[in-house]
């Protein structure tokens, strides 16, 4: 398949026939894509378009000579659909975690999950094609190289900031309890050395009369651990516009140190698709008469051309909130 397409892709006569078989075949006419290394997803996309021109791409192979060598069988049509099944997730996740306008790091752990629940259901009992058992079977033991970052802090922090998560998500996918009493820890240490309000001493007032100082004393004492008092409330079924961070500042009269920390970490990315689409915006930042431009100027050049572009894309709300995920330069430096 590859080879056919790279074939008619570079010649002109090709290209034309295949136009001519799609109308011969009343199929809408798409160009063929071609799968490379460094583009995700990419295979997908080549399958999925190639299954799409089928009727037209199998009466071209059939008329041209050159490509007899390249006719796909029935079983092979199949083994392509299979592979299009195996694949889909893998771009579902890539969309999804990949978007620059919303909190992704707690759906880094969620996805490596996904993925798994999918993978297995293309074991030797479920699967007919022992070519696709032995690729969902490389792709698992890719997963699990990568897997075991997502235990990471950061990782760790995003999903019990998430208040549709915290600890519950551990137990409703498998976890098992040592790893969320280890989480938890973890995520308790780093709320007590960074975040927590230092204890306040208030003297024993001995007037009972006093209940204003009585109630300010316990008003106080009751900040002391937001973090605890969150993590033990329900988890929240929906959240507005699909974002922990909306959530927080709006309840972040209620848990003001915990709301900062969920800025902290939640604004985070957990991909690094956003700073990549931060450096695509550079195209043009450099003109013929600019290349003696310091290193400097630059980078303060990308990071306003980066800020112009989120104020431009995102919407009123989502900057309000700090939703910007996108990562800046420090320019102060």
Known sequence: IRTAIQMVRK??????????????????????TLDAPHRWNSTFYMLQRVSEMRE??????????????????????????????????FQD???QISKAK?????????????????????????????????????ACE?????????DGLVYVMGLLLDPRCKLDWYKSV????????????????????????????IPDNNDASDILSTQMKRSKQSKMDEFRKYLSLPVVVSLKDNSPLIWWKEQECN???????????LSVSGTGVPIERT???????????????????????????????????????SLQYGMVSIAFFDVSN
């Open 255 to 265: 848990f003001p140190a915990v709301a900062t920390m969920a800025r902290d970490f």
């Open 142 to 150: 890719k997963l699990n190289k990568y897997y075991a970052s997502s």
């Open 93 to 95: 996740m890539t969309i």
């Open 174 to 201: 498998g976890i098992s309890a040592d790893v969320i009493k280890a989480n938890k820890k973890v995520a308790l240490e780093n709320w007590d050395r960074f975040y927590k309000s230092e204890d306040v001493a």
């Open 102 to 138: 919303s909190p992704s790091m707690a759906l880094s752990a969620a996805v490596y999950i996904e993925l798994y629940n999918h993978l297995e259901t293309f074991s030797v009992d479920n699967c007919s094609s022992s070519e696709i058992v032995t690729a969902a079977a490389a």
């Open 56 to 89: 037209p791409l199998d009466c071209l192979i059939r008329n041209q000579s050159k490509l007899a060598s390249f006719q796909v069988a029935e079983e092979e049509w199949n083994l392509i659909s299979e592979m299009i099944l195996l694949l889909k997730p």
């Open 279 to 317: 450096f695509s915006l550079a195209t043009d930042l450099l003109g013929p008469k600019q290349m003696l431009t310091s290193a400097e100027t630059i980078k303060r050049r990308l990071s306003l051309k980066s800020q112009h572009w989120v104020y431009r894309v995102c919407p009123t709300s």
């Open 11 to 32: 010649s002109t006569v090709l290209r034309e026939s295949f136009k001519e078989a799609c109308l011969l075949k009343r199929v809408k006419h798409k160009t063929l």
